[in-house]
């Protein structure tokens, strides 16, 4: 079994100011991670993803996030954020295979960027 | 470059009415999904597929029926649909290697 665990549903910053969306997961296998955003009344995009490799992933639009194993968690980041960065992000975390069903989705965090 | 194509965006049904989602990946992923998306419940999954001819369960399956006869399309259908089916519905490819997930962008259906 897995779980993903968003540890905010609501993140609120101010423009320029550093942005911290935490997810812890618990896997039995070594998993895949992912960060996705969605912004209002949009499908999901790839921020970034996990998949075995360097431990510090850089993903799109200035975002970053660190596996760290010993931790259970995957949280994502940015130095300063933007007006544009208010959105929704998911975490995900892929199973013993990448089937639908092995993709396990936190609940959402969603980030507000205040001027 | 069209990856998936969700249609349509926005419907409004009567309860007891039927429909069909349809969604179409070009990229030869083996691998979809069908979410729905309801405010404050996240993304939960309703059914999936690994590959033409194979479908399963996911989360919340109950009142959607899908098939996958080709690798491109796999529609959802609702076969008599209820006022607590209003949601967003995402069509998702998935790449089998990493598990990375392209969506659709969405279809808003609403249940009077």
């Known amino acids: 079994a897995q779980s993903v665990t968003q540890l905010d549903s609501h993140v609120s910053v101010s423009e320029g100011t550093p942005v911290l969306l935490r997810c812890n997961y618990s896997?039995?296998?070594?998993?895949?991670l992912f960060w996705y955003v969605q912004h209002p009344n949009k499908g999901l995009q790839l921020l970034l993803k996990?998949?075995?490799?360097?431990?510090l992933v850089k993903g799109i639009n200035g975002f970053e996030a660190e596996f760290k194993k010993s931790e259970t968690s995957f949280h994502l980041t940015k130095p300063s954020a933007h007006m544009s960065d208010a959105a929704e992000y998911f975490c995900?975390?892929?199973?013993?295979?990448?089937?639908?069903?092995?993709?396990?989705f936190g609940g959402g965090t969603r980030l507000m960027v205040k001027p | 470059n069209a990856g998936v194509t969700q249609t349509p965006k926005f419907q409004v049904l009567k309860t007891g009415q039927s429909m069909t989602l349809q969604c179409a990946q070009d990229?030869?992923?083996?691998?979809m999904s069908w979410y729905r998306q309801d405010p404050g419940m996240g993304l939960r999954l309703i059914h999936y597929?690994?590959?033409?001819?194979?479908?399963d369960q996911g989360e919340v399956p109950n009142g959607y029926n899908v098939s996958r006869s080709t690798t491109e399309d796999f529609p959802l259908r609702l076969l008599s649909a209820a006022p607590s089916q209003t949601s967003v519905y995402f069509c998702?490819?998935?790449?089998?290697?990493?598990?990375?997930?392209?969506f659709g962008e969405g279809s808003r259906l609403t249940v009077l």
């Open positions: 995900v975390v892929s199973g013993s295979n990448n089937a639908g069903n092995m993709l396990t």
């Open positions: 896997s039995s296998y070594s998993p895949s």
């Open positions: 996990y998949t075995s490799a360097a431990t």
């Open positions: 990229m030869n992923h083996e691998y």
């Open positions: 597929s690994v590959g033409a001819g194979i479908t």
């Open positions: 998702a490819s998935i790449l089998a290697a990493t598990g990375e997930l392209f």
